[in-house]
């Protein structure tokens, strides 16, 4: 017979990694967003990662397998009991982001519009950025949860992408092998041109292998053509 805490611990550790899988998606797309704005806006002709990355656009390609992960990340924790401490889970994202939105306005010195698209390793703004995108998996994580009609919504979603199982799948692998060549791109650019070593570079790198390698694993684990089932 299983231990009850040791039951319930595993339970919990569950949910702590379907969040950070849907926080590692947000960072994915706050990142891609962040180089996509200087490709297009602040600097002219950039290629970054070139000449091992063919075109910044490809970052394009990283936000869609991002947002095609979102959900089956956290639906790896829809089915699990974790209880809560007073209030739903998405309670405590909106808490975090109000607060966090707050700290933006008062404490940096971009707007909050702005705030994954200017080019700033200031800690304060990615204090900002990090809270930010922890409030939303927060919220993302238990959206169903927030308002009847959102579940309906979401529901009505689940359906449709059930009918179109086929077609999300081959997007979301395709999406992923391309999220992966970015992935290995990045990495050759670092090894031999060592200037593009830099935190900001180390973390999109490593977003990009989990947002590539889970796009792998839900297509493997049939996630989308289970919903037709």
């Known amino acids: 017979m299983a231990n009850p805490k040791a039951t319930h611990c595993w339970v919990i550790c569950k949910k702590i990694f379907s969040v950070s899988l849907v926080f590692n998606a947000l960072v994915s797309i706050g990142c891609a967003a962040g180089i996509l704005s200087g490709f297009y806006w602040r600097y002219q002709n950039w290629q970054p990662f070139s000449p091992y990355l063919i075109s910044a656009l490809v970052f394009w390609v990283l936000i869609a397998a991002a947002v095609i992960n979102i959900f089956p990340s956290a639906g790896l924790?829809?089915?699990?009991?974790?209880?809560?401490?007073?209030?739903?889970?998405?309670?405590?994202?909106?808490?975090?982001?109000?607060?966090?939105?707050?700290?933006?306005?008062?404490?940096?010195?971009?707007?909050?519009?702005?705030?994954?698209?200017?080019?700033?390793?200031?800690?304060?703004?990615?204090?900002?950025?990090?809270?930010?995108?922890?409030?939303?998996?927060?919220?993302?994580?238990?959206?169903?949860?927030?308002?009847?009609?959102?579940?309906?919504?979401?529901?009505?979603?689940?359906?449709?992408?059930?009918?179109?199982?086929?077609?999300?799948?081959a997007v979301h692998i395709v999406t992923g092998a391309v999220t992966f060549y970015l992935f290995i791109a990045m990495t050759l650019a670092m090894i031999y041109d060592p200037p593009y070593i830099t935190v900001a570079n180390l973390i999109v790198l490593v977003s990009a292998f989990i947002t590539g390698v889970t796009s792998f694993i839900f297509v493997k684990r049939s996630v989308w053509l289970k919903l037709s089932r």
């Open 77 to 169: 924790g829809r089915s699990l009991h974790t209880g809560r401490l007073f209030f739903h889970h998405y309670f405590y994202g909106f808490l975090v982001l109000i607060f966090s939105a707050i700290y933006i306005v008062i404490f940096t010195p971009v707007s909050l519009l702005s705030i994954f698209f200017v080019n700033s390793t200031s800690i304060e703004v990615n204090v900002g950025r990090v809270f930010l995108l922890g409030g939303s998996a927060l919220v993302l994580d238990d959206l169903p949860d927030v308002h009847g009609k959102i579940e309906s919504s979401l529901n009505w979603l689940k359906a449709k992408a059930g009918q179109g199982g086929k077609l999300i799948s």
